[in-house]
């Protein structure tokens, strides 16, 4: 039997700026890097898996024979939903989304870079990028007692790839 793939050092930066062709809209060939990223690693449990969902249009016809027939539509990248520990005294997690993102005042571009681990970037090791939005920002969560939690949930804006130089 197989051993399981597990999640050793999963890393996860965020930032604001790009240096190189930055993944979005109109780009074909995301290249370059994060620059002052912000790595939330730490502070992340568990989300924020890359993923895709393809828009199809029906084009069925008496020619299909029986079968239905589509088109391929559009690809959106779907939503990065990034569960947290949220401890508010320290508030290293809100002051990066806040201050360091821009906030919802910001309405700023966040671009994501999100590697399997924290090795450099290569062929084993690929990055997911893309240039996202703050979609939702939850700071704190949980009853007294329970485990102080935030959720971070960035929209995928245009081009989104997996790099491996």
Same mark, same amino acid.
């Given at each position: ?5 597990v999640n ?12 190189g062709t ?9 290249? %370059? ?17 890359p993923g ?21 539509? /559009?690809?959106? %990248?779907?939503? /990065? ?21 821009? %906030?919802?005042?910001?309405? #700023? ?43 971070? #949930? ?8 997996? /790099?491996?130089?």
């Amino acid at each position: 039997m197989p051993s399981p793939f597990v999640n050793l050092s999963r890393t996860i930066l965020l930032g604001a700026a790009w240096t190189g062709t930055a993944p979005g809209p109109a780009v074909v060939t995301p290249a %370059g890097t994060i620059t002052s990223t912000s790595d939330i690693s730490a502070f992340t449990v568990g989300g924020g898996e890359p993923g895709w969902d393809l828009n199809s249009v029906d084009i069925t016809n008496f020619a299909s024979l029986g079968y239905t027939s589509v088109l391929m539509g /559009l690809i959106t %990248g779907k939503d /990065l939903v990034f569960d947290c520990l949220s401890d508010q005294a320290a508030s290293q997690l809100r002051a990066i989304v806040i201050s360091t993102l821009g %906030g919802p005042a910001g309405r #700023t571009a966040v671009y994501v870079d999100i590697k399997p681990t924290n090795a450099i970037r290569s062929t084993t090791n690929p990055s997911f990028v893309a240039k996202t939005f703050i979609k939702e920002w939850q700071s704190f969560s949980g009853s007294v007692g329970e485990k102080a939690a935030a959720r971070l #949930t960035l929209a995928i804006d245009g081009t989104f790839t997996d /790099l491996t130089a």
